[in-house]
């Protein structure tokens, strides 16, 4: 039995070898998380409603704490805790609206979902290894989850993976890089914790690196073959040091994590004891 279902007969939404946990278990898949929100904010009602509602490129941990708990509780979670969670990011959406977006929008949540796919998808293949055809066959509908897990009706889901890639080729014709997200970007690449302008830099580098061209220019982002090369140079270096760490160490951020989302939970179940 996973460790993470040691004392509980709830074995959430996905089984142990389901194939999106197969991915989203490996902490490299992380190197995700910068493309997936310079993919997002490039809709223009994503953008929108950040820009005015959030302040999250000046707490990026914070951002990145909660968009992680909420991926992990709803692939790697107990069904409770996907409900739980889910039932607190449509909460925190439902105050994030206004003249042309709501975050609570079906195509939104949709496009949301389909970055972190998109991105996790990309990252694996290039810097851990290629995967099987019925490997991405398996995740594609699983993947759904992601947004289903927040209202989001299951036949707005691409139907089949070729149905994505369609979507996903749609979609990159319609986005368009405001000056809202520009902003954002720059705030993220210089968050006010300078200990974390590292880290920032990183994945800023490899978003750049997988973002569409015409993106990258709307962006203003700079990229050449030194940069394609240094890149190149990344993933074959995680590609050659992950299959030497432990399984455990390469899903450190899945553990922590979870620990930590189940301590929480914990809490006012010991205050309303004493």
Not at 147 to 160: F, K
Not at 236 to 250: D, E, F, K, Q, S
């Amino acid at each position: 039995m996973s460790p993470f279902y040691a004392d509980r007969m709830d074995r959430g939404l996905f089984e142990d070898d389901a194939a999106i946990r197969a991915i989203g278990q490996e902490g490299a898949v992380l190197l995700a998380a910068g493309y997936a929100i310079l993919m997002q904010l490039a809709h223009p009602k994503v953008a929108q409603g950040v820009y005015e509602h959030s302040d999250f490129a000046h707490r990026p941990l914070d951002r990145l704490n909660g968009t992680l708990s909420y991926v992990y509780a709803v692939v790697f979670g107990t069904r409770d805790e996907a409900e739980r969670v889910g039932r607190a990011v449509r909460a925190a959406h439902g105050r994030i609206s206004g003249p042309g977006y709501d975050s609570l929008d079906p195509e939104l949540q949709v496009w949301v979902a389909a970055t972190l796919y998109d991105g996790a998808l990309r990252v694996t293949e290039r810097a851990l290894h290629q995967l099987p055809a019925e490997t991405v066959e398996e995740a594609h509908p699983q993947y759904a989850v992601l947004a289903t897990a927040l209202g989001c009706p299951e036949q707005m889901w691409p139907a089949s993976r070729e149905a994505f890639v369609a979507y996903w080729q749609d979609m990159l014709a319609q986005l368009r890089v405001t000056d809202q997200a520009r902003e954002l970007v720059r705030q993220l690449r210089y968050p006010r914790n300078r200990l974390l302008r590292p880290a920032a830099a990183l994945q800023l580098f490899v978003a750049t690196g997988l973002l569409p061209s015409q993106l990258r220019t709307q962006y203003g982002l700079r990229w050449g073959p030194r940069h394609e090369g240094a890149l190149r140079a990344l993933f074959a270096t995680v590609a050659r040091i992950n299959p030497l760490l432990p399984l455990a160490v390469r899903r450190l951020p899945l553990t922590v994590c979870l620990w930590n989302l189940r301590r929480r939970a914990r809490r006012p179940r010991r205050r309303a004891a004493r």
